[in-house]
């Protein structure tokens, strides 16, 4: 009998759907593939039993990795996650290392797809570097000499929640000026659609291609934005001094004119002894793949 | 013949002095120490031959540990110290590893002040902890997982020149808003000279008694001082979570009152998740013997 490949099964919680797949051990290649929305699973436990029964036993799974909105490493739990039908505390890695035998990771989205650069991604020669993921909200992932920091409960690198403007816009978290409340796609869209009297809704992506194309307010917009995000990866150089920034997602992986602007902002408010040191490049692993991929990274 | 005792030899060199000392590796005491002004020394080597003449060999040296500005720990060198009167690079590692024969370590004078922490003050049980030296500037140290972070090129912890305030005082680094522009030493005595027509020169010292006997000026000061500090702590505890921040010299440590303010603008300024968690104090090393077992720590 041939022997079976060894494979990691990736799982990406999101709030509207759940991205689960196979990727090779060896080969590092996403094998299989699926995805449904949350909102068929009642409990976690339902959607361990689903994904059994799908992915079927051609392969010999290894490990797990989890990536989850508010999913705590040290717990294995998803924590009180806003966005999510599962409520209050999940006990992800009990459930799913009692279904499939194998060890269970679990961390947030932007520590997964920190681990995702890592393992498939840019990052891999890089042991010091920070990821940003600019989404509907910011996060970042921490890494140093080649290891995620987690932090003493598991909840750092929450940079999306650094205040970078001392009493600005209110933020979700019920602070005011933190980088998710400029940086974030919604952030761009909320701040445009203020300067746009008669407008109810754009998209992140709307707001770029009206700047490329000379629009006024996304000008204004996309100008301080891009100012306040550049101003901040300076700042967080002087953390632990990286080699490498990763943005990750959204509107910053829109083209070349837009990382140009960033690295522009971002070098000119480095501290001299850092300056033309950091490599700031947007993710390789962007696409439909990214999460599913990062969530995998955990357990390789 | 009875056993030697084993020591590290600490070394803190200083813009001023030079102190030096042995510090037992059994009792982490210091058993004999001395200092000398550094213009004494026209090298590097001049130092290291007059340390080794007044030591004498009572003790069996196992480790050399040295705190200098802009000392690297990768490089074992000084880079370029404004200043020192020992100019470019000083291969320290290498001039006293030839004359003293034992492992040295070289680190600037804010990590040489964390590892002091972690090995004789209050952070040992604290793997994720972080320390803010307030002097004349303001330096930091950060440990990860029990760990000095150096980062790619052994830059790292440069937290008195992230941008706290957007196109603030401006800093001595060439950029504006550091938080070394508001919360050093120099800083303090700066905003208040700037505020006290008839005054040409006061200390740190002098503004936090005049605060806490009334004076407005000093209020004025100290209060937007405190707020700025307490906020930028708090950010800093997104980066990695610590369960610890040590605050280290000058200022801060001039009683509860001062710590007690802080910690109030510290915790009204985290981030939920992280409220209650993280213990801010005052660094238990103080005094003259502080950097000299920061610098001794290093070869520990």
New interface residues.
Partial sequence: MEKQKQVILGIDIGGTNVAFGLIGKEEKKILWKDSEPIVQFATAEALADAIAQKMGCEFELVGIGIGAPNGNFYTGSIEFAPNLPWKGIVPLKQIFEAKFGVPVFVSNDANAAACGEFVFGKAGN???FLMITLGTGVGSG?F??G?L???????????G??????NGRPCG???NGCLEAYASSTALIKQYLEKADNMESITAKDVVDRWQKGDPMATEVMENTIEILG?SL??FV??????MIVLFGGWAQSGEKVMGKIRHSFES?L????RG?VELVPSLLAGSDAALLGAASLGF
């Avoid at 920091?149 to 940079?159: H, T």
Wanted: proline share 7%; net charge positive; glycine share 10%.
């Fill in positions: 890089h042991p010091h921490l140093v000499d290891k920091v987690l932090g003493s409960d598991g909840m750092a690198g929450e940079l929640h650094f205040m970078v403007v001392p978290c019920g602070r101003w300076a700042n002087t953390i632990h001094s990286p080699s408010n501290l001299k002894i850092y040191k």
